[in-house]
């Protein structure tokens, strides 16, 4: 089967040496594989940084899908195939930002992640109600250990989003467009940030 376009979504990288973990590695060389296979017409690197970045004005020295454009590029990817979304700094705004910004300009509708396993729960719960029914999506799995990336706590983070997409209708991107990023859900995710900083 072929897709319209690989994605390959950023994360937050070590705040210490601003390296990727290594499944984000494992990502890019997977989705190098696949293009190379002839598998897509273009692959789509999606972030600017995450919010804690954001948060806690860490002055991130690149913006995420520079960095993975440098990769894909490294493993042989040409970079006139690479779309690049650069406003996003989580989950819910790399979908909604990608549908905007690439997506629907260029009449995407057969996609394929290439992620990391255990993000996978959360980000077809994500699919649905950003993308909606009208988009045929797929995942190419990489094996990952959630807790090598410990920036991820995807149980609780489920349960949040959950609750926080609950009124919005499937593929309504629309319906996030006031709450980026000034909604009460991200007020607690700032905080949450925040009090990490004070006990650090």
């Given at each position: 089967?072929?897709?319209?376009?690989?994605?390959?979504?950023?994360?937050?990288?070590?705040?210490?040496?601003?390296?990727?973990?290594?499944?984000?590695?494992?990502?890019?060389?997977?989705?190098?594989?696949?293009?190379?296979?002839?598998?897509?017409?273009?692959?789509?690197?999606?972030?600017?940084?995450?919010?804690?970045?954001?948060?806690?004005?860490?002055?991130?020295?690149?913006?995420?899908?520079?960095?993975?454009?440098?990769?894909?590029?490294?493993?042989?990817?040409?970079?006139?195939?690479?779309?690049?979304?650069?406003?996003?700094?989580?989950?819910?705004?790399?979908?909604?930002?990608?549908?905007?910004?690439?997506?629907?300009?260029?009449?995407?509708?057969?996609?394929?992640?290439?992620?990391?396993?255990?993000?996978?729960?959360r980000l077809k719960f994500l699919v649905?109600?950003?993308?909606?029914?009208?988009?045929?999506?797929?995942?190419?799995?990489?094996?990952?250990?959630?807790?090598?990336?410990?920036?991820?706590?995807?149980?609780?983070?489920?349960?949040?989003?959950?609750?926080?997409?609950?009124?919005?209708?499937?593929?309504?991107?629309?319906?996030?467009?006031?709450?980026?990023?000034?909604?009460?859900?991200?007020?607690?995710?700032?905080?949450?940030?925040?009090?990490?900083?004070?006990?650090?």
């Amino acid at each position: 089967m072929t897709y319209d376009c690989l994605i390959v979504l950023g994360t937050q990288p070590d705040l210490q040496t601003w390296e990727f973990p290594e499944q984000i590695h494992d990502c890019i060389r997977t989705a190098a594989k696949l293009m190379a296979e002839g598998k897509a017409k273009q692959v789509i690197v999606s972030g600017k940084w995450s919010r804690r970045i954001e948060d806690l004005q860490l002055g991130q020295p690149f913006d995420e899908c520079d960095r993975l454009a440098e990769l894909l590029i490294a493993q042989g990817v040409d970079e006139r195939v690479i779309g690049r979304e650069r406003d996003s700094t989580d989950t819910i705004s790399n979908l909604c930002y990608v549908k905007q910004q690439l997506l629907i300009p260029a009449g995407f509708k057969k996609i394929l992640f290439v992620v990391a396993d255990f993000r996978i729960p959360r980000l077809k719960f994500l699919v649905r109600k950003v993308f909606g029914p009208s988009y045929e999506v797929d995942y190419q799995p990489v094996p990952a250990d959630e807790a090598t990336s410990p920036s991820y706590n995807e149980t609780l983070t489920m349960a949040r989003t959950e609750k926080f997409l609950a009124p919005m209708k499937d593929g309504d991107h629309d319906w996030l467009a006031d709450k980026f990023f000034d909604d009460p859900f991200y007020a607690e995710v700032t905080e949450w940030h925040l009090a990490e900083l004070r006990d650090s």
